[in-house]
T-cell receptor, first 119, second 112 residues
């Protein structure tokens, strides 16, 4: 089973409008972290925002906010006031807690959502 | 600070050839990772290191080896390249287990 699911392969949004990119995750850990990265056409991976599983408030970073619903295991990215430069691939990723003999904090990525901002 | 750098940026290999990808970071990070990105697959972890002299397997380690002789460098080796290893390779580093990972610009590898 996929640990990170991004159900929207592609999305369009009008410039200056808000857009929500969906992400659901699957883990049995109590301690984990959720990340969003942006990958423009130039290829680099740019960190956007982080939410820890114990954080009570939703994370915000400028125009980015993370709508964290722990019981539903969802961590949707909200981009407010979209700009043309927001056109890119967006990846949701999860870092599970460290396990002896297993995960040491590596990220598990979803397949991404391609966002296109229309002028 | 240069952050995370990768060399080379592009490479074309023939089946059976070997090569080494170099990742360097100047942020004094303990953790370093190698991922590959294939179309429609997102990023998948190949190998990682939690400190100098340590390495461990990730999700897709077969056909690759790594070394972390110096804290700032993490090398990814392909001993006998196969067309299935055609991909974009990303190196990343993080200060600790619970910190965000910073990525290098990627290496586009084609195996003919």
């Amino acid at each position: 089973a996929q640990k990170i699911t991004q159900t929207q392969p592609g999305m369009f949004v009008q410039e200056k409008e808000a857009v929500t990119l969906d992400c659901t995750y699957d883990t049995s850990d109590q301690s984990y972290g959720l990340f969003w990265y942006k990958q423009p056409s130039s290829g680099e991976m740019i960190f956007l925002i982080y939410q820890g599983s114990y954080d009570e408030q939703n994370a915000t970073e400028g125009r980015y906010s993370l709508n964290f619903q722990k019981a539903r295991k969802s961590a949707n990215l909200v981009i407010s006031a979209s700009q043309l430069g927001d056109s890119a691939m967006y990846f949701c990723a999860m870092r599970e807690g460290a396990h002896y003999g297993g995960s040491q904090g590596n990220l598990i990525f979803g397949k991404g959502t391609k966002l296109s901002v229309k002028p | 600070n240069a952050g995370v750098t990768q060399t080379p940026k592009f490479r074309v290999l023939k089946t059976g050839q070997s090569m080494t990808l170099l990742c360097a970071q100047d942020m004094n990070h303990e953790y370093m990772y190698w991922y590959r990105q294939d179309p429609g697959m997102g990023l998948r972890l190949i190998h990682y290191s939690v400190g100098e002299g340590t390495t461990a397997k990730g999700e897709v380690p077969d056909g690759y080896n790594v070394s972390r002789l110096k804290k700032q460098n993490f090398l990814l080796g392909l001993e006998s390249a196969a067309p299935s290893q055609t991909s974009v390779y990303f190196c990343a580093s993080s200060l600790g287990l619970y910190n965000e990972q910073f990525f290098g610009p990627g290496t586009r590898l084609t195996v003919l």
